[in-house]
Nanobody, 125 residues
Framework: QVQLVESGGELVQAGGSLRLSCAAS????????MAWFRQAPGKEREFVAG????????YYLDSVKGRFTISRDNTKNTVLLQMNSLKPEDTAVYYC??????????????????WGQGTQVTVSS
């Protein structure tokens, strides 16, 4: 059974940092694109950052460029999202996703086959 499990979300003050982790089990995703999405109350799920196989092809939502960094450790089957200079508008549930069919990340929700349960990030002003 394939599982993606996120961790690291919590309440933090504006300007602070968090590191989210996504641990995959049940199969290896070293050749697959992985990504982080987020969903705030009343809003659609949106792409935050994506990474291709072997740490290539890193893409970011414009509003997080320069503040967030996505990385992966294929030896541990994990993907990380380092979030710095957090803002209240970053508040959302953050989801990890994996694309079983491609090594190049996309910004759309539909290509991703596996999803985690989400981790809450709350940034207070």
């Amino acid at each position: 059974q394939v599982q993606l499990v996120e961790s690291g979300g919590e309440l933090v003050q504006a300007g602070g940092s968090l590191r989210l982790s996504c641990a995959a089990s049940g199969r290896t995703f070293s050749s697959n694109a992985m990504a982080w999405f987020r969903q705030a109350p009343g809003k659609e799920r949106e792409f935050v950052a994506g990474i291709g196989r072997s740490n290539t092809w890193k893409y970011y939502l414009d509003s997080v460029k320069g503040r967030f960094t996505i990385s992966r450790d294929n030896t541990k089957n994990t993907v990380l999202l380092q979030m710095n200079s957090l803002k209240p508008e970053d508040t959302a549930v953050y989801y990890c996703a994996a694309d079983a069919n491609s090594g190049i990340p996309t910004t759309s929700v539909s290509p991703y086959d596996y999803w985690g349960q989400g981790t809450q990030v709350t940034v207070s002003s």
